[in-house]
């Protein structure tokens, strides 16, 4: 796996993969950056929420018919200095749907927090890692 990060100007850099496909990262004003696209820790915990959404949902694959949204809400806590890793990451997985199965939902997630996601295996060295799980708004973990 092979990825390059070039600057395009100012703080703002280009990250690409090997086949061109690439996402804009910035720094905020604070750091002498213009705010023009996430900043790199934005970048991980969006990687974080890439993994285990497309586990969770290949996971799912069988009962997906029945889910007609998916939404993934990740908020981090970093440590107060340098180099301010995260230290606390909590996930909440929301579905909506009709008949959507609470058991299944529940061992897919756990499947990709426990065993398939590597984002989530790198990031839990240094975070508590905790989520929740919501069916059509109501808790069910």
């Known amino acids: 796996m ?9 703080m703002v850099f280009e990250g690409t ?22 900043s790199p820790m934005k970048v991980l915990l969006m990687a ?4 285990t959404s497309m586990d969770t949902m290949f996971i799912l694959r069988k ?5 007609s949204r998916y939404s993934l809400e990740i908020n981090g806590r970093t440590a107060p200095r340098h180099p301010k890793v995260f230290t606390e990451i909590h ?4 579905f909506w749907g009709n008949n959507i199965p609470s058991d299944e939902v529940k061992n897919a997630v756990k499947l990709s927090i426990e ?8 990031l839990s060295k240094s975070a508590d890692i905790s989520y ?3 069916i059509n708004d109501e808790n069910v973990l």
Do not use: F, H, W
């Open 48 to 51: 974080l929420g890439g993994c």
């Open 17 to 38: 993969d090997s086949r061109g496909l690439g996402i804009t990262m910035d720094a905020s004003p604070e750091a002498s950056g213009q705010d023009a696209g996430p």
């Open 91 to 94: 996930l909440v997985y929301s």
């Open 115 to 122: 065993r398939y996601c590597p984002v989530n295996a790198m």
């Open 63 to 67: 009962v997906r018919d029945t889910i």
């Open 2 to 10: 092979k990825v390059q990060v070039n600057l395009k100007k100012d």
């Open 132 to 134: 929740e799980i919501r």
